[in-house]
């Protein structure tokens, strides 16, 4: 079994500077380090327009229990509303599987599940 050698110094350095090549336990600490993962709680609402159903601005929200009760709302005043959560390296634009919260009303096909937004 191979140690790690490398101190935190090391690595930050190492991760600062964009070093591409690594090994074993210093590849997996180096992605640990360059790693920092968000989670993003967005709600998509969308309105009847020139007779079609078009989305209006997505709004980000701080908490799934926010986006939640923002989707309450929009869904009183418009004709669909989505919202979801997806976490990942916003760095890197590596985002897991969205999470769905709520969906009602009419979505278009491209928006289910948080598809149509990033």
Known sequence: MRRLTASLADLQAAVASNVAECDGLECLALEMTAMPSQTLHVVQAFEERDGGIVPVEPKACPSAASARALAARFAQTHVGVIAWSRTGNPDLGDWGP?????????????FEAGGGVE
Do not use: A, N
């Open 98 to 110: 969205p999470e769905l919260l709520v969906r009602t009303g009419v979505i278009p096909d491209e």
